[in-house]
């Protein structure tokens, strides 16, 4: 009697236990490569809403950033990434890197994640003074597929110099050992701090290549998608505040995320306790804000839930239905 009532409660949880797996919820977050500040981002955030709510199991997916994660998320391999505004619009457009995938139709913003600058790095005894030193250099662009690529790629287009370099692909990593060997000459980064272009300010010393008056009209004159904004003194150790074109980038979903599912994160990130830790984690994390009106205009909009949330606390703007 007690065996068979032993076996009927084992088969009572196994016929169950699917049901219960079901109800955890895995979320595939798309970030960047290590050394990168969106792996770093999605790491830290991961990690604590994974920790805050047992029913979501956020997954971080090691990408080559921006340009993928937005790809991925256009095929529905990810639930979430950081992407850069220019990337949503882009994607909308069918343009540059997505002229040739499905529109990107899908994609709901939760929330501006940071406003990145693009910048290029060489030591601090080098010889590489000014952008134009880097005529006929090995220059890193970054890892194939990261915004990285993209923004760095603009930039030298913009100024006529993309055909003056020597183009290299690779890691944020791999970039940062290599210029401290001599392997390459100078590497672009997106974003600040980064873990790369950080250790090796600390251990040898860098120098952030200026950007002129000139420099900046050509690129926002041809890429209008990218501001004027200030590197403050000290982001890396020794670097004096530095003028560099800034891009805005945004935390966002696919549109099969529940909205109950985003409305409980935002509530629970938003927390001053919460962006704090995020903040400690990766200092990009404190310039989260909703960024409604700037991030519509792209052409994509809000996911429902981060409409509700942001209504309930009154961030909704007027200007947008």
């Not at 041809?222 to 003028?243: C, K, W």
Request: hydrophobic share 40%; aromatic share 8%.
């Amino acid at each position: 009697m007690r065996i068979a009532t032993l076996t009927a409660v084992a088969l009572a949880l196994s016929a169950s236990a699917p049901a219960l797996a079901q109800d955890k919820q895995d979320i595939a977050w798309g970030g960047s490569n290590p050394g990168g500040v969106m792996y770093y981002m999605v790491g830290v955030a991961g990690t604590e809403i994974s920790n805050q709510f047992p029913d979501i199991n956020v997954t971080q997916v090691t990408t080559g950033g921006s340009t993928e994660n937005a790809k991925r998320l256009i095929k529905g391999e990810l639930d979430m990434g950081i992407v850069y505004g220019s990337h949503v619009y882009m994607g909308l457009q069918q343009e540059g890197p997505f002229e040739s995938d499905a529109k990107a139709e899908m994609l709901r913003g939760l929330a501006k994640a940071y406003e990145g600058p693009t910048y290029f790095v060489t030591l601090a005894d080098s010889d590489i003074q000014s952008l134009e030193d880097l005529d006929g250099k090995n220059v890193a662009l970054g890892p194939p597929g990261s915004g990285t690529v993209f923004n760095c790629s603009n930039i030298l287009r913009a100024l006529d110099m993309l055909d003056s370099i020597e183009p290299q692909m690779m890691t944020f990593a791999d970039a940062g050992r290599a210029l401290g060997n001599g392997q390459i000459d100078a590497f672009c980064q997106s974003s600040a701090p980064a873990a790369a272009v950080t250790e090796l300010a600390e251990t040898e010393g860098v120098r952030i290549l200026p950007y002129t008056e000139e420099h900046m009209a050509a690129i926002t004159g041809t890429y209008p998608f990218y501001h004027p904004g200030t590197m403050p003194e000290n982001m890396y150790q020794g670097v004096a505040a530095v003028d560099l074109p800034y891009t805005t980038v945004y935390w966002v979903a696919h549109e099969r995320v529940p909205a109950d599912t985003v409305q409980k994160v935002l509530e629970y990130v938003y927390r001053p306790e919460v962006m704090k830790r995020l903040a400690d984690g990766h200092r990009a994390w404190a310039q989260m804000e909703p960024d409604v009106e700037n991030f519509t205009k792209l052409g994509a909009p809000m996911h429902p839930g981060a409409e509700a949330y942001y209504k309930e606390q009154g961030l909704w703007p007027e200007s947008v239905n």
